[in-house]
């Protein structure tokens, strides 16, 4: 761990155990693959916008919710104002170009990468994202769960015309969403394949992850913790067993300090 790094790196309380957001696991295996000194600072559900306002953090939207995690603050430079970052691709990008050893972009690959992100983005993420968010007012406690239920209102009529959580895994379209997911893993393991990708257990990095196996990692973390039960069963076998070996790959980078 590098001496000289002092990172504040803003979490979601997990009522749980392991932190269960996927953009700020995305932080902290950067982090921890980059071997940089960090804390994290817990913020409960509720009171996200209160500490980063707190904290002189800026809003990463312009819509609700307007203030997110993860976010960092580094002091590392003494003779600076510390750095202050929301947004875990822009988090992603600072960390790369202050800290570049153990890069997340090898050869210049952020374009490549981003591209990859897409496809998970278009045809992954879609049918597998719902099913958390149906899961998560069980997992929520207190008013971090009132938090989440109301906040995420409009964005369930949005998604499904219903009005609460249950409503985006309903029981009669639960094996249409499973094969959506299945299909979207499909075009992701062949798009990963058309373009020579995938040859180690790591889908973009060869000697070493690289920022898109982060990112897939990151998620399929998420699903895995609050997925519907079996959910991570159903699908880390599939398309030869790839998603399973990324997970395992990530593990050495999962140390939450
Ligand atoms: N584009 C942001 C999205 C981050 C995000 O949505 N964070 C969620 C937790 S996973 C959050 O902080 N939500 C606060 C809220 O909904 O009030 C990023 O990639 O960092």
Redesign the pocket.
Known sequence: MSAQASIKFFD?VSPIGPPL????WLVRYILNYKKLSYHTEWVP?AD??AVLVQNGIPP??ETY?R????AIIDSTTSNESPKII????RIADYLESTYPAYPIYPGGSRELQVKLIEVFNTHVRPPMVPMGYAMLPAIFEGRDKD?FVA?RINMFVRLTGGLHPADLYPEEKRDEMWAALYAGLDTLASYIDENGLGKTEWLFGTDGPAYVDFVLAAWFFWFKLVGPEGCWDRIKGRNGGRWERLHEACQKYTEVL
């Not at 957001?21 to 700020?24: L, Q």
């Not at 203030?67 to 993860?70: D, E, I, L, Q």
Request: aromatic share 10%.
């Open positions: 979601l957001s996927p953009n700020t559900f996200v916008e990463t939207s919710p203030y997110t995690v993860p929301a947004d875990s691709m938090a906040s």
